[in-house]
């Protein structure tokens, strides 16, 4: 047999890539079907609830799927969702051969796919482009392995570390075209956090603007944390698609139901320390098939994160901008002791984005200087 070729699971990725802004919770899928030397089906899952890639390709093959080889970036699945198993449709087709690229970690199916594959005399080529494909869908399988999202924090910066003058003036510390790109970290994202500071005094919207996102009409959630219910019920959050989550201590049944109303979800949570427990937020938020979470707050609550070690990505946006010793800090995390206990960062990505410059950090690895 013809070994698998690495060009067929490149393509497979890249028809993945289109889910990106739109597939959320479930994850990107990309599929490409062969049959003697030519792709006779391509498949894309866009959004849940509709078909899976293979689908999507085996329709497009038709009857030349019988005896093809079809490559896909993550394991079929085996199990009924909100579509039946690909598993099934695979058998019914005659596909010769699958081969897939990441193990699918979601407890349903993780290796069960494969087996049922095999089983029924199809022969099945594991990790084929694993490390290739290791990007489409980190939030996913972080969510499906460990119970957390992956989290990205953003923030906005002067050049001397401010995020707004005294007064509390902020717009625009960046460019038009670094809010564009905040934009698209929106529509990855699968929901927006920020905290009850914020939305006082803000009153953000926390959505997806850009009409250039094909987001398919979807917009991520979004999650306050506000300990003592101080919402007005009157936030522009209250007045966009989409769902808010509240996260909150308070045992104000009145103001619960008041917030209710308005068509939010209010959740308890405990506390810990001066605020929430942080950990126990992103644990409930993965139980609500949250994979991928920006943070997008006051320099308080993203000081909180980064200090717990909360997070999977720092994105910074650093504006060509002295405000002055007068301005508002953009992370609130206390100073060390020595200089070797100083939160240590991993520079992973920098590009110029209008006349700002964005970083992306990751962090520091152990044993690393």
């Not at 489409?136 to 992956?150: T, Y």
């Not at 996260?247 to 008041?258: G, I, V």
Request: charged letters at 25%; one cysteine or more.
């Amino acid at each position: 047999m013809d070994r698998p070729q690495l060009k067929y699971m490149e393509e497979a990725i890249r028809l993945a890539e289109k889910g990106r802004l739109s597939v959320s919770p479930n994850p990107m899928v990309g599929c490409v079907i062969v049959k003697e030397g030519s792709v006779v089906g391509r498949g894309s899952h866009l959004k849940a609830g509709m078909p899976h890639a293979e689908i999507i390709a085996l329709d497009e093959a038709k009857e030349r799927a019988g005896g093809s080889d079809l490559y896909v970036t993550l394991e079929p699945c085996c199990h009924h969702g909100r579509t039946g198993p690909c598993t099934e449709a695979l058998q019914k087709a005659r596909v010769k051969r699958v081969i897939y690229a990441r193990e699918d970690p979601n407890p349903k199916v993780a290796g069960r796919g494969a087996a049922v594959l095999k089983e029924n005399g199809i022969e099945v080529v594991s990790e084929f482009g694993k490390e290739l494909a290791s990007h489409l869908n980190i939030g996913f399988e972080k969510r499906m392995r460990i119970g957390m999202p992956k989290i990205r924090v953003k923030v906005a910066m002067s050049l001397d570390g401010n995020s707004a003058l005294s007064s509390g003036e902020s717009k625009w510390i960046t460019s038009e075209e670094a809010r564009l790109d905040v934009q698209r970290l929106r529509a990855e994202a699968c929901g927006v956090l920020t905290g009850i500071g914020t939305v006082l005094s803000d009153n953000p919207m926390l959505n997806v603007r850009d009409p250039s996102l094909e987001t398919l009409g979807r917009q991520p959630h979004r999650i306050i944390l506000d300990t003592d219910l101080r919402l007005l019920g009157d936030e522009k959050v209250f007045n966009e698609n989409g769902q808010s989550y509240i996260f909150t201590a308070s045992t104000n049944l009145d103001k619960r139901k008041e917030i209710e109303f308005m068509g939010a979800k209010v959740i308890n949570c405990d506390i810990l320390g001066s605020g929430l427990n942080l950990e126990m937020v992103l644990e409930k938020l993965a139980n609500l098939q949250i994979n991928e979470l920006l943070i997008e707050a006051g320099s308080q609550l993203t000081g909180s994160f980064l200090r717990q070690g909360l997070w999977d990505e720092l994105i910074v946006f650093l504006a060509p901008k002295i405000i002055g010793f007068n301005g508002r800090k953009a992370l609130n995390i206390p100073s060390p002791n020595i200089l070797a206990d100083a939160l240590q960062l991993d520079l992973r990505e920098e590009s110029v984005v209008g006349r700002d410059v964005k970083l992306v950090f990751g962090k520091k690895e152990e044993g690393i200087n």
